[in-house]
């Protein structure tokens, strides 16, 4: 996932949460702007964040697996020298 589909997801999660807040409280779902850009803004924070966690999670993930690939050509080899 990119980081402009992240962002953009998460905030528009926020706005639609922000409209249901509104619409509970029989409100005008698209009443207070403010409102909504400030649920968009954390929400899109968030998701930028997420984005970070990802990428660093796939990352360490992938160094693990080149070790237990290594490791396994490895025990292969050995395997195959007895």
Known sequence: MTMFTSVLGWASFGVAAR??????ERKNPLQGAGGHAAAALIFGSFGYYIFGV????????????AKVRENKRAQLAQEAAE
């Open 19 to 24: 409209g249901l807040a509104n619409a509970l």
């Open 54 to 65: 990802q990428q660093r999670q796939e990352a360490e993930l992938e160094k693990v697996l």
